[in-house]
């Protein structure tokens, strides 16, 4: 993930660690989730050693594409095809309009 964030033009590593220790990064708020109606796309990666591989377990929303890719915690720098196939697989199981 360190060379992930290197090619990251002025990352703030302040700010990223300061997003660690703040209180509510330590919820567990999957417990909302059977709550959120909408539909959602919960897209992860089986290498994102900053959450966790397994963390989508005990996420329960009732409108929920659960899908993975072999990205670590930047999918969208790091498998991007991955990334636009969920995308498209979200958006036509829920009949969304897209381009």
């Given at each position: 993930?360190?060379?992930?964030y290197?090619?990251?033009?002025?990352?703030?590593?302040?700010?990223?660690?300061i997003?660690?220790?703040?209180?509510?990064?330590?919820i567990?708020?999957?417990?909302?989730?059977?709550?959120?109606?909408?539909?959602?796309?919960?897209f992860?990666?089986?290498?994102?050693?900053?959450?966790?591989?397994?963390?989508?377990?005990?996420?329960?929303f009732?409108?929920?594409?659960?899908?993975?890719?072999?990205s670590?915690?930047?999918p969208?720098?790091?498998?991007?095809?991955?990334l636009?196939?969920a995308?498209?697989?979200?958006?036509?199981t829920?009949?969304?309009?897209?381009?």
């Open positions: 993930m360190n060379a992930t290197q090619e990251i033009p002025n990352w703030n590593h302040d700010f990223s660690a997003g660690m220790v703040h209180n509510d990064y330590l567990n708020f999957k417990t909302f989730t059977p709550a959120i109606k909408i539909p959602v796309l919960f992860y990666g089986e290498n994102d050693w900053t959450i966790g591989p397994e963390h989508y377990k005990g996420v329960l009732p409108n929920m594409v659960l899908l993975k890719s072999s670590g915690h930047i969208f720098m790091e498998n991007k095809d991955d636009e196939t995308m498209d697989i979200f958006l036509n829920y009949k969304i309009n897209h381009p």
